[in-house]
T-cell receptor
């Protein structure tokens, strides 16, 4: 039972390059999220999805795009990387049944450096 | 500006001591969660609290949700080196249903 899998684990990009971060979950969760984690700032929500084919902006969406073509996958794209996007990126998924709130399951993260 | 303020930012104690981490906000939360994160890994859920005044215990960890559902605390009794990690609180408000907002975290180091 893999849970949430993120690829790649590490990446170095040059300014202006593009890349896609992949997230896959095998728990049949409806909700998926992309966060970035920076020292002293905690986890900040970039984009999220409440179901296949739907996406929405979070707290810090600028410079990122996402797609959720399949329920189990959530992709985060950087079209033109900037040094300010150097961070650790976490994908998470969750299940929400009615009004009950369940915890997030996180992947192990992607450490991205933009030079 | 952080919606959730955690204190202290860093805590270093000896094995066997007790510690308390605080999570405060001016907002009312429909639920609040605590996570622990170890280096190179994603956060792992410890507990969810939803009722004002609620107290939950997980072995040596005690979690409390404030009566007004604006604050929470995590108390660890007789800390062990295995308790070392970044402790994050995260809350969900009624108008942000489905989306957690995280505090900046408290780094706890327990030395033998």
């Amino acid at each position: 039972n893999a849970g949430v899998t993120q690829t790649p684990k590490f990446r170095v990009l040059k300014t202006g390059q593009s890349m896609t971060l992949l997230c896959a979950q095998d728990m049949n969760h409806e909700y998926m999220y992309w966060y970035r984690q920076d020292p002293g700032m905690g986890l900040r929500l970039i984009h999220y999805s409440v179901g296949e084919g739907t996406t929405a902006k979070g707290e810090v969406p600028d410079g990122y795009n996402v797609s959720r073509l399949k329920k189990q996958n959530f992709l985060l794209g950087l079209e033109s990387a900037a040094p300010s996007q150097t961070s650790v990126y976490f994908c998470a998924s969750s299940y929400h049944g009615g009004e009950r709130i369940y915890g997030y399951t996180f992947g192990s993260g992607t450490r991205l450096t933009v030079v | 500006t952080q919606l959730l303020e955690q204190s202290p930012q860093f805590l270093s104690i000896q094995e066997g001591e007790n510690l308390t981490v605080y999570c405060n906000s001016s907002s009312v939360f429909s639920s609040l969660q605590w996570y622990r994160q170890e280096p190179g890994e994603g956060p792992v859920l410890l507990v969810t609290v939803v009722t004002g005044g609620e107290v939950k215990k997980l072995k040596r960890l005690t979690f409390q949700f404030g009566d007004a559902r604006k604050d929470s605390s995590l108390h660890i009794t007789a800390a062990q080196p295995g308790d070392t990690g970044l402790y994050l609180c995260a809350g969900m408000t009624t108008d942000s249903w489905g989306k957690l907002q995280f505090g900046a975290g408290t780094q706890v180091v327990v030395t033998p």
